[in-house]
T-cell receptor
């Protein structure tokens, strides 16, 4: 079983819809990252969080440490949000990241 | 700051050849990471350095892979001899020192797309 699992693997939405991507992990962590990989391949770090919720523009990330679960929400989705969204966690010790397989999001106009 | 710089951006080589990928981390960052991304396995950590010292190389696939960080501003990932299954995008990332009660993000380079024929 993978230490981190994302769902769904693929998601297609219409512009304006509210998007939720989920990430579950099975070990103790010190931090969880959400990354965005553009169609061209570049990777951008969106959020790093260890508790509660963070918000940046239309993006919201939440984490529930007890349930070992995090969600990434996109409000008022737009075609430019189309990308692969990857969650990754940093273990309780050390600084290496373990990555989920990613969620391919396509937002149609 | 220009961000993490990787070179080359694309590399096409023949099986058996030596391949060297290069990375310049963000100035002042103490951690440097090498990742590999393939369709089959997604993103994988290969090795990371702290203050130029390799800390965890358990992700390095086999002895054909080696990584060095001779100084704080430069790292190489070498594959010798290369094989077709090494074809992937190799990302370098850097981050600043991680203290006990604060966490810092990793900044990724643009990646090197390696194709081994």
């Amino acid at each position: 079983k993978n230490e981190v699992e994302q769902s769904p693997q693929n998601l297609t939405a219409q512009e304006g819809e509210f998007i939720t991507i989920n990430c579950s992990y099975s070990v103790g962590i010190s931090a969880l990252h959400w990354l965005q990989q553009h169609p061209g391949g570049g990777i951008v770090s969106l959020f790093m969080l260890s508790s509660g919720k963070k918000k940046h523009g239309r993006l919201i990330a939440t984490i529930n440490i007890q349930e070992k679960h995090s969600s990434l929400h996109i409000t008022a989705s737009h075609p430019r949000d189309s990308a692969v969204y990857i969650c990754a966690f940093r273990g309780a010790s050390g600084s290496r990241l373990t990555f989920g397989e990613g969620t391919q999001l396509t937002v149609n106009p | 700051d220009a961000g993490v710089i990787q070179s080359p951006r694309h590399e096409v080589t023949e099986m058996g050849q030596e391949v060297t990928l290069r990375c310049k981390p963000i100035s002042g960052h103490d951690y440097l990471f090498w990742y590999r991304q393939t369709m089959m396995r997604g993103l994988e950590l290969l090795i990371y350095f702290n203050n130029n010292v390799p800390i965890d190389d358990s992700g390095m696939p086999e002895d054909r892979f080696s990584a060095k960080m001779p100084n704080a501003s430069f790292s190489t990932l070498k594959i010798q001899p290369s094989e077709p299954r090494d074809s992937a995008v190799y990302f370098c990332a850097s981050s600043s020192n991680i203290h006990a009660f604060s966490y810092n993000e990793q900044f990724f380079g643009p990646g090197t797309r390696l194709t081994v024929l």
